[in-house]
């Protein structure tokens, strides 16, 4: 399959100074968007809960601390940076995560937040812990936790506990990956009772530090088991005395767990030699090197993903290329697009991605003169679904699973077209088609939501609310995901009243301010922050870092994928490059030889 991938079609040129002066304000907002996610992440990081200094002086490493430790240099790619679903007090979920590359091999990495309440399970995080599972589960490569968990924030049991998604269920979700063949390797800090104690327990392998213990109840549970219905001046000095008793011989300890039980696989006096040790172990699990996959050498997009600030304006009214943008994110600038004629408001073809092949779709931007080719009426405008790019995706998301072709989706959809001509033309039923083709593929995909997330669109094009097939999705400092943009709400909202205040010749004053309102609403609820804070997206990244990201994703997928195809089995690329197959002239028909022959 060589001549498919080596040598594919080029995309893009350079960028005008006159393109790059004019984009200056663009480049600017886009960092200001990012400095306020920053210094977010920096105040998650550094002034929540104890201090730095404070942790070291107990001898002790911050999860962050570990994490950089235990990673390849420069290989950690994180999510839920700022995540906070339920708004607790710390305003994050208490642990930290996202893909990494440890000695040589990836995984998805998640660490307790020692900082705060001792790595506490805290409002949102069984949420969080969930999300990673999952992204475990669909990239099919091993889960590495650093557990360092002291339980349940108990004032705050109601919002951890209990519930379909309550902080238990991570427990099954490990024993589910197992069940898959998806290791899980632990390494373990700190004092570990009740939920801690199963965290600790339910990995695959479990590499303790000395002063590491893991507990059906820790101290303070095992003291007060004998209660009275109430306390007294004599329960509370059996509880002082049990207490300090406790605190110096805690239930679970290495003692227990690596002498008796044999739980520990290895007890180590260091806490890097506990990092040392997830190292090594990372080696011993299973992995394609990347050889086996690749279809070319791995190489660097011929325009610079720096220039990506300079492309894609903020403004969601003002277009760009999406060609361009693809320019600066695949291998050598290269691509095949699949039915490029076809459906022209959405581009579908196949990239490299660190010499791997991927699958990619996105929207196209700018008004489409003469489409859709079921009315007259008006002309497509690129961002809109119409039924023949519906039809398209509906092909070539199918073909990608036949050919287990992993999908990055590049989302900037301001929904599907509407009304009675669209809806004669099937769009509600296409739409639905193409979660269902999704659906039936089992291949993993991410999504990049570049700019509008928007309608029933956001949901069909790789959207992680509508399948199961999403590992993870980004925002950049252009997403803003909604069901509809805030005018059009404000409009939908109050047309009727307007006309109603208009008919009774009452002011339109009162009526004006709620619609500006609700539009400022739509616009604080759709930004990059938000969308982050809430979890509609898993991490928001400058467009300058996508590829980075891209490259995290394909090392992944291919790092040990659950089914494949022989690439000279695929048909994606000869269905797209069908004239590279040249041979001999087709021999004439017995007339034409017979006539020829006279």
């Known amino acids: 399959m060589r001549q498919y991938f080596q ?132 990239l099919h490569v091993p889960l590495v936790w650093l557990v360092n968990c002291s339980g349940v924030k108990l004032p705050e049991q109601e919002k951890v506990y209990a519930n379909r998604r309550g902080q238990g269920t991570c427990f099954f979700r490990h024993a589910e990956l197992e069940k898959e063949g998806v290791p899980i390797i632990a390494g373990i ?6 939920g801690g104690g199963y965290q600790g327990i339910s990995p695959t392998i479990l590499l303790a530090h000395k002063n590491a213990n893991i507990a059906v109840g820790g101290g303070g549970i095992v003291s007060g088991m004998s209660p009275k219905g109430y306390f007294d001046e004599e329960g509370a000095e059996a509880l002082i005395e049990a207490t300090r008793h406790f605190k110096a011989v805690p239930p679970g300890s290495v003692r227990i767990h690596y002498n008796e039980t044999g739980f520990f696989k290895a007890v180590y006096e260091k806490e890097t030699e506990v990092l040392d040790a997830i190292r090594e172990w990372m080696t011993y699990l299973p992995a394609y090197n990347p050889k086996f996959f690749r279809v070319a050498e791995p190489a660097e997009p011929k325009f610079s993903p720096a220039e990506l600030p300079s492309l894609v304006p903020i403004n969601t009214k003002r277009v760009y290329s999406f060609e361009e943008v693809l320019a600066r994110l695949t291998d050598n600038s290269e691509h095949m697009e699949f039915r490029p004629k076809y459906g022209p408001e959405i581009y579908c073809g196949i990239v490299k991605i660190d010499g791997y092949p991927m699958a990619v779709i996105g929207n196209r931007q700018g008004l489409i003169p003469n489409y859709p080719e079921y009315t007259n009426e008006y002309h497509a405008v690129g961002g809109k679904l119409y039924r023949q790019g519906l039809i398209k995706m509906n092909e070539f998301v199918t073909l990608c699973g036949r050919d287990r072709l992993p999908i990055i989706w590049i989302q900037d959809t301001s929904g599907i077209d509407v009304g009675d001509i669209a809806e004669k033309a099937e769009l509600l039923g296409l739409g639905q088609s193409l979660i269902y083709s999704i659906e039936q593929t089992d291949i993993p ?68 301010r709620k619609m500006n309102e609700m539009v400022k609403h739509y616009e604080e609820s759709s930004r990059p922050y ?69």
């Open 189 to 194: 800090y700190g004092t570990n009772p009740a």
């Open 7 to 138: 040598q594919m079609k080029e995309l893009g040129k350079a960028l005008r100074q006159s393109q790059i002066d004019g984009m200056k304000e663009n480049v600017e907002r886009a960092a200001a968007i990012m400095k306020e996610i920053d210094a977010e992440i920096d105040r998650i990081k550094n002034n929540v809960g104890v201090s730095t200094e404070e942790i070291h002086k107990r001898g002790e490493m911050t999860v962050w601390e570990r994490i950089d430790y235990v990673v390849d240099p420069g290989m950690f790619f994180p999510l839920h940076s700022i995540y906070d679903p339920d708004g607790e007090e710390s305003g994050q979920t208490n642990v930290v995560d996202g893909l990494a590359r440890i000695n040589g091999k990836w995984c998805v990495l998640i660490g307790f937040n020692n900082k705060w309440i001792a790595g506490a399970w805290i409002a949102g995080q069984a949420d969080n812990n969930l999300r990673v599972t999952d992204l475990a589960k669909r």
């Open 445 to 512: 995909m991410m999504l990049i939501v570049l700019r509008k997330g928007t309608a029933a669109a956001h949901y069909v094009m790789g959207g992680p609310t509508a399948n199961n097939n999403n590992a993870f999705t980004l925002g950049t400092p252009a997403t803003e995901i909604n069901v509809m943009h805030g005018e059009t709400a404000a409009a939908a909202s109050y047309a009727r009243r307007l006309v109603k205040d208009k008919d009774s010749g009452k002011p339109l004053d009162g009526t004006i």
């Open 530 to 598: 938000f969308c982050a804070k809430k979890g509609f997206v898993d991490e928001v990244v400058r467009f300058e870092d996508m590829r980075k990201y891209l490259v995290a994703f394909a090392n992944c997928v291919w790092q040990n994928p659950k089914s494949i195809c022989p690439q000279h089995h695929m048909i994606l690329p000869r269905m797209i490059q069908s004239q590279i197959v040249t041979g001999l002239e087709r021999p004439p028909v017995e007339q034409e030889r017979k006539a020829a022959s006279k």
